[in-house]
């Protein structure tokens, strides 16, 4: 999967124009994970067609976009298995880049695991990921 990350001024409505964006050309937001960095937005989005969502979100002015390979990640809805997970990930070097839930089940939850694209390999092994 595709994580898409904007970068955009910190202004009120930077959002909304993201989602709005996202919306009007069809394309669904199946994960977000939105924060403020000084004067910067962060925007990481999960959508159902990343090719449209990037083309979209390129013609907004001074909106930085850029896509990185993604791992879903299922791992027991448990308290301490986040730790687990990423304390494997951290013994072995692996730098991450972002991580956020991207759906919850009773007995499990799907994580969002963005590591350095030089660790991907690295990390789909210790995963246990093929």
Do not use: H, W
């Amino acid at each position: 999967m595709k994580e898409i990350t904007i970068v955009a001024s910190n202004d009120v409505g930077s959002l909304a124009a993201v989602a709005e964006t996202l919306g009007s050309v069809g394309v669904n937001i199946e994960a977000i994970s939105a924060y403020g960095s000084d004067n910067n937005a962060v925007f990481r989005v999960l959508t159902n067609d990343v090719a449209t969502a990037t083309r979209a979100l390129s013609k907004l002015p001074q909106f930085k976009i850029t896509e990185a390979d993604t791992i879903i990640y299922k791992m027991i809805n448990r308290p301490g298995e986040l730790g687990k997970v990423t304390r494997k990930l951290a013994n072995r070097g692996i730098s991450l880049e972002s991580v956020y839930i991207v759906s919850k089940k009773q007995d499990y939850t799907d994580v969002a695991i963005c590591p350095s694209q030089k660790d991907m390999a690295k990390t789909r092994e210790v995963l246990g990921i093929k």
